[in-house]
């Protein structure tokens, strides 16, 4: 067991399942001889070198089409696009190609690859290095979206995913990279893709969150408590599938739920678990289903007065559970 970043988890997960198994290939722009924008992959060409660890053009539409023929070739191929915000030029490949292979074979071939990228803001990225695109791949089929928050998740959930038979979306949020620390087995591990965590016990609400978000919404709840307040954490994990019957059970004893995340509220990812809970749950509420999430504008700005208003913290969470527990 070691101590270590978000971005420690991912490096060394991928470094081992690489050891491991010959057939997984990483591929993406700069993470060769650069070892990533964000060093995630420093070392790796040394090690493994060219024809495991691929340096791509700036072209991510051939980054998944690319892999795509390898998995259906036997590879497990992990393709970094750079930042979420890149992802779109690939979203055809992605949505058309990778995740109907199996249907469209009547489940006789499947598509084993990871697409992993950094989202959100935080960091001052400005309109094209701070998206959150979970939303978009949640509403497709064939995909599976994982979004771990903490050291541990990322290095299990990594592992599973890269072992998957069907094409995982993996998004790391850049500001946990080197933010976030926690404790790691050294072994490779496995966390069920699909299982929700409860971060923190509580019974007089519940909080769904992921992310950023989520530490945010730990140290949110830790203040309310000095007042009484008992705030429940879930952290879903992965968004497809979703853990439904733990969200459930959780608002079933709370009585209410507070969603936050940091993509934008209309059609947000949050807007499906409201509607979930509003349908399975809503005899047990005892209040509205409330979201703190990011403002309806094209993009979060550069400036950190206008990022600042743009991301929820950990203020205007303290704000809100307290304006929801006192329904």
Not at 38 to 51: I, K, S
Not at 118 to 146: D, N, R, T
Not at 163 to 176: C, G, L, N
Request: hydrophobic share 45%.
């Amino acid at each position: 067991m070691a101590v270590k970043t978000v971005l420690e988890s991912v490096h060394d997960t991928l470094w081992k399942a690489m050891e491991e198994d010959n057939r997984v290939v990483i591929m993406g722009e700069d993470v060769g001889a650069k070892g990533g924008v964000f060093r995630v992959t420093a070392g790796y060409l040394e090690q493994f070198v060219e024809n495991r660890v691929i340096d791509t053009p700036l072209a991510e539409l051939a980054i998944i089409g690319v892999g795509i023929g390898m998995a259906a070739n036997g590879m497990l191929p992990v393709c970094e696009i750079q930042f979420a915000d890149f992802i779109h030029p690939a979203f055809d490949q992605i949505v058309s190609e990778a995740a109907r292979i199996r249907y469209r074979s009547n489940n006789a071939w499947g598509c084993p690859m990871v697409i992993r990228a950094p989202y959100g803001g935080g960091i001052h990225g400005a309109l094209y290095h701070s998206q959150s695109v979970e939303a978009f791949f949640a509403h497709v089929p064939g995909l599976k979206v994982v979004i771990p928050s903490t050291p541990y998740d990322t290095a299990g959930l990594l592992y599973s995913a890269i072992h998957d038979p069907d094409p995982v979306m993996f998004f790391e949020h850049k500001r946990t990279y080197r933010l976030i620390k926690g404790e790691v087995p050294d072994n490779l591990y496995k966390i069920p893709i699909g299982k929700a965590d409860r971060k923190r016990e509580g019974r007089d609400l519940t909080i769904f969150t992921y992310g950023l978000m989520l530490h945010y919404a730990i140290e949110a709840a830790e203040r309310v408590a000095k007042d009484g307040i008992s705030v429940e954490i879930i952290d879903p994990r992965t968004l497809v599938p979703l853990d439904i019957d733990m969200i459930l059970e959780s608002v079933k004893k709370t009585s209410k739920l507070l969603i936050i995340h940091e993509d934008n509220e209309f059609c947000g990812f949050g807007a499906e678990v409201a509607a979930i809970v509003a349908d399975k749950g809503f005899a047990w509420l005892d209040a509205p289903i409330k979201r703190l999430c990011g403002p309806n504008v094209p993009a979060m700005p550069y400036n950190h007065v206008q990022q600042e208003w743009f991301l929820p913290g950990v203020e205007d969470i303290e704000a809100a559970i307290r304006e929801l527990a006192e329904f």
